[in-house]
C-alpha cells in the first residue's frame, strides 16, 4: 500500500502540469469577451495565477492534503462539496455494473468451460467474442431505444435519491448498469471459461471424477472455488475500468455523477474543476487496483508467501 | 469433458476465427482506403428533400438529417477511425518498444527512471487520461491520436519490458553473450524477435481500443471536429433522431463493432497461434 503515496504525488504532479500547459490566459478563457483588465486581475489574485507555478502546485497540493479543493471558476463553489454531492451517483453506477457483470460473466464461463467444445461453449465464446466488441455508449442508446423509447419498460436517464424512493433509484440505474456491464461480462466470461478450464485439468479433479463425484458436484465444489481467484483479480479491476466506463454512461443517461461533472468542466474549461475531479478519480482507480493485489493476497494464501 | 493426454495441441475450429477477422480487418481498410471509389454519394452533400429518408436498395443505411448518405459517411467515417488507430499504435510502438527493451535489459535504477513515470500515466483510467489530453492540447484527428499514443506507450512498454525479462535468462542468450556478441547485437539479434509474441498480440488489442476510445471521444465531443465524418460524432449527431430515424444511430455503431471485433478475432488467433500451448486451454 506504501506504493499509493509517490503514485499520487506523481499523478497530482501530471494533472498539474497538464492543467498548466492549457494554451491562453485561464482568466481570459473564464471571463470571455467581457474580461476587463481588472476582471482579469481580480481573478488572477483570487486563484493565484500570478504566482511561481511550483508554488501554484504546493498550494493546491496543501489544500487538497487537508480536503480543500479550491473553487471553481464559475459559480465559486467549493469543488470538494461539488465532487462529494456526485460521488454517490457514480459509486453505485459502478458497483451495481460490477454486480451485474458478475452475474452474467461468471455463469456463461462456467457454461462453455463446463463442457469444453459444446455447443454452450461455441455460443458462449461467440457472445464473449462480440459482448467484448460492443461500444459501451452505442448500446446505451439501442437499449434506450428499444426498452425504454420503444417498449417503455424503463426510464431513459434521470436520477432518484436512494434515500428518496429506493426502487425508482434502481428503475433509472437499470439501464445504465446494464450498460456499462456487458462488455466486461464478456471479458469476465472468457477468463472464467479460461480459468474453469484449467482447473479441469488438475489433479484432484481428476481425483475427484475417478471418486465418482458427479460432474456438477465437481464444477461447484472443486472447480468454482479455485477459479475464484482470477474472477475476483478480474472483477477487482473491472471495477477501475468502469470508473472510466462511467464518464460516457452517465453523459448518455444524464446521471448527476462525477464523470458527468468532469465532463461538463471540460467542455466548460472549467480548469481547476477538470483538475480535481481528474486527480479525484485517478486516485479512485489506482486505489481500487492496488485494493484488488491485497484481496489477492487474502484469497489465495500462496500468494502471500511470494 | 477433455483428459490431458487426449489433449489436442491446436484448437481446432480456431484458425476459422483467425482468417476471419483477418479478412473482415483487410475489408475494412481496403474501404477505408478507396473510399470515395466504393460508395455512391458523397458524405457531405447535404440535400435537404432527402433528409431523414429510410434505408432503401440504392442507399442501404438511409439518410441523415441533413440528406446526406449515410453509407458513404460510414466509409469515410472509417478513414479517421482506422487512421486515428494506426497512427497512435504505431507511435506508442516507436516509443514503448525502445522504452521497455531498456527497461528490461538495464533493470536496476535505469528501470526505474523509465518505468516509475510510466506508471503514474497508467494510474489513470485510458478514457480519462485521454479526455484530459485532449481538453488541454485540443480537438481534432491528429491531436486525438498523439492523446492515444500517450495512453498507450506506457501499456506496451510494460508488456515489451515484461517479455524481455522473461527471455534474457534464457539459455540461448547467454550463449550468445559468452560468444562475445556486443550488446546492441543481443539484444537486436537474441532478445528482441524472441519478445516479438506478446507486443504483437497487444498491438492488435490496442487498435481495437483505439477505435473505440475514439469514438467514444468524438461521441463526448472531445474528438474528432465536425466537419470530418467520425463513427462517434455520427451517433452523437443522430441521439437527436433516434426516433424518427433509428437508421442514424443503428449503423455507425454496427460499423464501430465490426472493426472492433475483427481486430479482437485477430488478437485471439494471433495469440493461440503464437502460443499453442496455451491455446489448447483456451
Known amino acids: 500500500m506504501l506504493l499509493a503515496v509517490p503514485l499520487l504525488l506523481g499523478m497530482s504532479v501530471l494533472i498539474f502540469a497538464l492543467m498548466r500547459l492549457v494554451p491562453g490566459d485561464p482568466a481570459v478563457a473564464v471571463l470571455g469577451y467581457k474580461a476587463t483588465p481588472e476582471g482579469i486581475r481580480a481573478l488572477r489574485e483570487a486563484f493565484h495565477l500570478d504566482e511561481p507555478v511550483p508554488q501554484q502546485y504546493l498550494r493546491w497540493l496543501g489544500a487538497a492534503a487537508r480536503g480543500d479543493l479550491g473553487h471553481d471558476f464559475r459559480q465559486n463553489e467549493p469543488i470538494g462539496r461539488m465532487i462529494l454531492d456526485r460521488l454517490p451517483v457514480t459509486l453505485e453506477l459502478t458497483l451495481l455494473a460490477a454486480l451485474c457483470t458478475t452475474l452474467i460473466g461468471v455463469p456463461l464461463g462456467l457454461l462453455a468451460g463446463g463442457r469444453r467444445g459444446g455447443a454452450a461453449d461455441r455460443a458462449a465464446l461467440a457472445v464473449g467474442l462480440v459482448g467484448v466488441s460492443i461500444p459501451d455508449f452505442w448500446l446505451g442508446i439501442m437499449l434506450i431505444l428499444g426498452l425504454s423509447l420503444g417498449a417503455g419498460l424503463l426510464p431513459s436517464g434521470g436520477w432518484v435519491p436512494f434515500a428518496e424512493s429506493p426502487m425508482d433509484n434502481l428503475i433509472h440505474l437499470t439501464l445504465p448498469a446494464l450498460t456499462l456491464a456487458v462488455s466486461r461480462a464478456a471479458v469476465l466470461g472468457r477468463l472464467t471459461r479460461a480459468a474453469v478450464l484449467d482447473i479441469m485439468h488438475r489433479s484432484f479433479v481428476q481425483y475427484a471424477r475417478a471418486k465418482g463425484l458427479g460432474e456438477r458436484a465437481i464444477l461447484f465444489r472443486h472447480v468454482l472455488p479455485n477459479a475464484a481467484i482470477p474472477i475476483v483479480t478480474v472483477v477487482g479491476l473491472q471495477v477501475g475500468y468502469m470508473l472510466g466506463g462511467a464518464i460516457v454512461v452517465e453523459m448518455i443517461f444524464t446521471l448527476p455523477g462525477l464523470g458527468r461533472m468532469t465532463m461538463d468542466a471540460v467542455l466548460e474549461r472549467n480548469y481547476p474543476v477538470v483538475q480535481s475531479a481528474v486527480l479525484v478519480i485517478g486516485a479512485m482507480f489506482m486505489l481500487v487496483n492496488l485494493a484488488t493485489d491485497v484481496l489477492y493476497g487474502v484469497i489465495d494464501p500462496r500468494a502471500r508467501r511470494r | ?282
Open chain 2, 1 to 282: 469433458m477433455s483428459r490431458p493426454a487426449l489433449r489436442r495441441v491446436r484448437p481446432a475450429g480456431h484458425g476459422g476465427v483467425t482468417i476471419a477477422g483477418l479478412l473482415l480487418v483487410v475489408a475494412l481498410g481496403l474501404t477505408a482506403l478507396l473510399a470515395s471509389h466504393v460508395v455512391p454519394g458523397s458524405p457531405t452533400d447535404i440535400a435537404k428533400d432527402r433528409a431523414l429518408r429510410p434505408p432503401t436498395w440504392t442507399q442501404p443505411f438511409g439518410m441523415d438529417d441533413l440528406g446526406r448518405s449515410i453509407l458513404s459517411r460510414v466509409v469515410h467515417a472509417y478513414r479517421v477511425s482506422l487512421g486515428v488507430a494506426v497512427a497512435s499504435v504505431a507511435l506508442a510502438l516507436l516509443v514503448g518498444v525502445p522504452l521497455g527493451l531498456v527497461a528490461g535489459y538495464a533493470e536496476g535504477a535505469l528501470d526505474q527512471l523509465i518505468m516509475r513515470p510510466l506508471d503514474v500515466l497508467m494510474s489513470f483510467p485510458a478514457i480519462l487520461l485521454a479526455i484530459a489530453l485532449t481538453s488541454v492540447f485540443g480537438t481534432g484527428v491528429l491531436l486525438v491520436a498523439l492523446s492515444l499514443a500517450v495512453v498507450y506507450t506506457p501499456i506496451v512498454a510494460r508488456v515489451v519490458r515484461a517479455a524481455i525479462l522473461a527471455v534474457k535468462v534464457e539459455v540461448y542468450v547467454d550463449g550468445a553473450r559468452a560468444l562475445g556478441a556486443p550488446v546492441p547485437r543481443l539484444v537486436l539479434r537474441h532478445i528482441l524477435p524472441n519478445a516479438a509474441t506478446p507486443v504483437l498480440v497487444q498491438a492488435s488489442v490496442l487498435m481495437a481500443i483505439a477505435i473505440l476510445v475514439e469514438a467514444a471521444l468524438s461521441f463526448l465531443g472531445v474528438g474528432v471536429r465536425p466537419p470530418t465524418p467520425s463513427l462517434g460524432l455520427m451517433l452523437a449527431d443522430g441521439r437527436g433522431f433516434m426516433l424518427q430515424a433509428p437508421w442514424m444511430v443503428i449503423f455507425p455503431g454496427l460499423a464501430i463493432m465490426a472493426a472492433v471485433l475483427g481486430f479482437n478475432m485477430v488478437a485471439d488467433g494471433l495469440r493461440d497461434w503464437l502460443d499453442p500451448q496455451q491455446a489448447a486451454d483456451r
